[in-house]
């Protein structure tokens, strides 16, 4: 089992050298990614003047929705490992002498508590499963929020839940040559969370209580533009630097590597239905918590 410095150093690497197709994405990936958190930020319920933490903010589009629900007295702090990205999405977000959200570059791991602690809620779409040590992740959430404090967040099931999430590896891998293999196991990647028992018992190490995890099914909309769809995937995945490295003739090999595979999801003429497979985990923090 590779040691948890490894991995957070892996990551650390990962999302730095990822951060450019997410930011190249950003606008797309808000919109066709919307369905990935909904269901918890429907269920977090964010309120006028509450200070709420979204966990993993990437280039800052959930934080700005829940910076607008808890408006005009209320905060909303984005925090991200990857520096590149929370500088997009400051540069997308923050409006010079006016309240919004605040955007913040750190390890949720490694830290005592997250800048603008404590809060009331912590949101979280699709990264709690990336953590090399979930343990310590969760435990920085728990200090940071005050004691009653909610968490909401989304995470992926299984792959069979998820059939279109490998299509950019392997469509693309022909054409960009050897690419990072998915992570398998408990080692952080899109289904390290799979196990809902596992999951259960890393909330309580941390110190929540109250947890509930739920199965929910989404879908996510794409129009029906191959060159754009498939650009999307792969600049958001583990083949994005292998892609923006190449020239334009083997990129649109690659786009089209993932098209084939992605042909069974596509209606001619209406877009693209890509299903998602979520867990919907919500917990607490008691009301007299010793922090």
Known sequence: MTDTATL??????????????????????DEIGRPLGAVALERLQPQPGERVLDVGCGCGGTTAQIARAVAPSGHAVGLDLAEAMVATARNRFTVPGAAGPRFVTGDVETLDAVPGAPFDAVYSRMTLMLLADPVAGLTTIRRSLRAGGRLAATVFRDGRANPWLPTALLGAAAHLGPLPPLPIGDDPGPFAFADAARTTRLLAAAGFTDIDIQPHDVTLDAPDDPEAVTEWLIEISPAGNAYRDVEPPTQKQARDGVARLLERFRTAGAGYRLPAGLWLITAHLDRISTR
């Open 8 to 29: 957070r150093a892996r990551n650390a690497e990962f999302w730095a050298r990822t951060a450019p197709g997410w930011a190249h994405q950003a606008d797309r990936h």
